[in-house]
């Protein structure tokens, strides 16, 4: 065993939390010795005999000489109580002692550490374990309370480093996740996620405690209401301590409570059958993203945090029918436009990845009623053009440029401000292409360095219809300018150098709102109105494209991919690849909702390099990553131009693909706006390696299809934002005959 993290733990108060701490630092010989405090001799004798600590004593004065530098004092007496422990520290403890505790409400801690010492000395490092149980006392302490729960520390900016690190790693020994916080923010979010619920279920038991019925209610009582309640078993001394240090927020948490319980109350009475479904799907996806809605906040932390690694096995080949999900863009829209219609529209086909659902939970946080997503389904209780409402704090967007870019647009003509923030992904992309247009409408933009996320919309701004001129081909800030051109006074166009996806234009029309179309323009008027219609979401053709690839690249393939939506703005895929040799056939075609849909059929056939035509460019800009691999399979030289905007997108695609490519031997050479790569025709074309994704979820599924033309093992690294397009993409992949591992 190594030399242990700290020498000496002394814990003052050896109950549930104090003990448990103790038996977990002993499991781990994270400490040197153990040694208790505790006012009754019988605690002491007891922790001492379950081998909780080494040795125990009633007066932590005596113990005060023998500490040395590198020794923690763990503080676990009721929070009111704490102020009398400082009390017996000051002016006896040795230089370079730690000081820590574990008490609920950290405003107070730090409250009576100034009274003592006038201070909060350096050697003090607040802490909140979120950890329980319903037992308590010397006997409840367990050596695993603490594995995957949090620790909350709140170090002011006068603590000692040293000190700091000593108790993070104390807390790290026993398989606990250490997160920092504000004091105040702490006390806040604590009063709204635990302090409340203790009221309730105190005050819940307690009434029906007072009911002549209540053995019956207590009996017959389901499972859920015991596990509500459970937690009215808790310590009434540190609970009621709890309520009095913390009373100013708790007290604010309650009110807040009140009112909404007051307004369910009226709801129910008045048969109010929309507002009933708003408060529970609402609550639904708050339960379901807890960690990410504490205190009132917005969807507010990262959405796929977890690490995922590819293992892609070489060789193989794809085959079957396969049904990938809805396509993205029409999800996002679909959720926009739905939102902001007048009735109910129901939508089928809906992605439930993680971008569009970013999207849903926005308009949820602007007071829209959206039930579902179950199965693709999603009904939206639409609030008109002017209906939303200011959301509790910022909206997250996690990895979507999509989501951000539209949204900025819609929100230029709101009432109120907002602000929208994403992942470190989305907070490196710029914004400053839709902020531009919208400030020449009138809209209040702020960004933050260079352009880039968080954008700060501000509210109540009168817009006027402006005749805009693409620089770029961008369907987004197409998008993003129409979508404010409902708002504005007057007539709002557009005009893109080249065909970008027109789902934006295509949608409003189905939605009853007029758009002009000529060639390259876009025109639309302010002041309409859109009504709630049905909403059939076809296959996403960019996820579709992973498959089409690898059928077009693997010998012996036949795959058919149903249901996909091929509008014109979105068929370059088709296109280049036909032009290099594939064998694409589309079968059944139809339109649905407006949109061209078909079952697309691949089969293997070898490949040839071309260069691509710059005019197919926009029309396939996000299925580039996929036509790479082609390429590297491909008899000859491909070579892209005019696609500089890859190189914005949630990664720079142009040089994680060459870079990626280089390292399973490919010869990719990037160029300022493309890429030239050398193919390996009818021969092995990519080696074994690792390659990085960057979290770019589009270059991770290429580099896994790329495995079927490998001669050895493809690892891909940060994977997880796959999720954010095609969340089941390798259960499906698995099924096509992908030997693809995820670790």
Request: net charge negative; with cysteine.
């Amino acid at each position: 065993m190594g030399r242990p993290l700290i020498g000496r733990l002394v814990v003052v108060g050896i109950g549930l939390i104090g003990g448990s701490l103790a038996l977990s630092l002993k499991a781990a010989g994270a400490c040197r010795e153990v040694v208790g405090v505790a006012r009754r001799p019988r605690t002491c004798e007891q922790a001492v005999e379950l081998g909780i600590v080494d040795r125990a004593v009633t007066d932590l004065g005596e113990l005060l000489p023998e500490l040395d530098a590198g020794d923690v004092i763990f503080i676990a007496v009721p929070t009111l109580a704490v102020e009398q422990v400082f009390a017996e520290l000051r002016g006896r403890l040795p230089a370079g002692v730690t000081v820590t505790d574990g008490a609920s409400v950290k405003g107070s801690v730090i409250a009576a550490a100034e009274r003592v010492w006038g201070r909060v000395p350096e050697f003090l490092v607040p802490g909140h374990p979120i950890a329980g149980s319903e037992r308590s006392g010397v006997t409840a302490a367990r050596d695993d309370l603490y594995i995957a729960h949090r620790i909350i520390l709140t170090p002011l900016k006068n603590t000692a480093a040293d000190h700091l690190q000593r108790v993070v790693q104390m807390w790290q020994a026993t398989g606990a996740e250490v997160l920092n916080m504000p004091v105040a923010e702490h006390d806040e979010v604590l009063a709204a996620t635990s302090h409340l619920p203790h009221v309730i279920a105190f005050g819940l038991v307690d009434t029906l405690a007072h009911d002549a019925e209540n053995e019956n209610i207590f009996r017959y009582a389901a499972g859920g209401f015991r596990d509500f309640t459970r937690i009215a078993s808790s310590d009434p001394v540190m609970w009621r301590d709890i309520m009095l240090a913390n009373r100013d927020a708790i007290l604010q948490a309650i009110d807040l409570y009140s009112a909404n319980l007051s307004s369910l109350r009226a709801a129910i009475a008045a048969g109010d059958s929309e507002r009933l479904m708003g408060v529970f799907t609402r609550a639904k996806a708050a339960r379901d993203h807890f960690t990410k809605l504490l205190a009132r906040k917005a969807y507010t932390e990262p959405m796929q945090a977890q690490e995922v690694t590819f293992i892609a096995q070489p060789g193989g080949a794809v085959s079957g029918s396969l049904r990938v999900p809805g396509d993205k863009s029409m999800s996002h829209r679909s959720i926009m436009l739905g939102s902001l219609a007048e009735g109910v529209t129901e939508v089928e086909g809906f992605l439930e990845g993680e971008d569009a659902l970013a999207t849903l939970q926005a308009f949820r946080d602007m007071g829209v009623v959206i039930e579902g997503p179950v199965d693709g389904r999603v009904v939206i209780h639409g609030v008109g053009l002017h209906g939303l409402q200011a959301p509790p704090g910022p909206l997250y967007l996690g990895n979507s440029g999509t989501s951000m870019r539209l949204l900025a647009g819609l929100l230029a003509g709101q009432a109120f401000d907002v602000t929208l923030t994403g992942d470190e992904s989305l907070s490196r992309r710029p914004m400053n292409r839709v902020a531009d247009p919208l400030r020449e409408m009138g809209a209040v933009i702020e960004t933050g360095p260079e352009g880039r996320p968080p954008l700060v919309v501000k509210g109540g701004r009168t817009l006027h219809g402006i005749d805009y001129l693409l620089p770029m081909a961008s369907a987004q800030v197409k998008s993003c300018v129409l979508l404010a051109g409902l708002y504005a006074d007057g007539e709002t166009s557009t005009t893109e150098p080249a065909p970008t996806r027109d789902h934006t234009e295509r949608m409003l029309q189905g939605f009853g709102y007029e758009v002009q179309r000529s060639g390259a323009r876009a025109m639309l008027s302010g002041g309409g109105k859109l009504v709630a219609c049905k909403i059939d979401v076809p296959a996403d053709i960019s996820s579709a494209t992973f498959f089409m690839v690898a059928a077009a690249i693997a010998p012996g393939s036949d795959v058919l991919l149903e249901h996909v939506g091929i509008n014109p703005t979105r068929d370059g895929v088709i296109n280049i690849l036909r032009a290099m040799g594939a064998d694409i056939e589309l079968l059944n075609r139809r339109e649905v909702g407006g949109e061209p849909v078909a079952d697309i059929r691949v089969r293997y056939a070898p490949l040839k390099g071309i260069r691509i035509p710059e005019d197919q460019v926009p029309l396939a800009i996000d299925e580039f990553p996929a036509l790479f691999v082609a390429a590297a399979c491909a008899e000859g030289e491909t070579v892209l131009t005019g696609a500089e905007e890859l190189r914005v997108k949630e990664s720079d695609r142009i040089q994680a693909m060459a870079d990626g490519l280089r390292i399973l031997g490919v010869n990719a050479e990037p160029t300022p706006d493309g890429i030239v790569i050398q193919g390996a025709g009818e021969d092995t074309a990519f080696g074994g390696g690792t390659v990085d994704s960057l979290g770019d979820h589009r270059i991770a599924m290429s580099f896994a299809v790329a495995s079927l033309r490998a001669r050895d093992t493809i690892r891909i690294l940060h994977c997880a934002n796959v999720a954010t397009s095609f969340p089941n993409f390798a259960e499906l992949a698995k099924r096509a005959g992908l030997k693809l591992q995820l670790a």
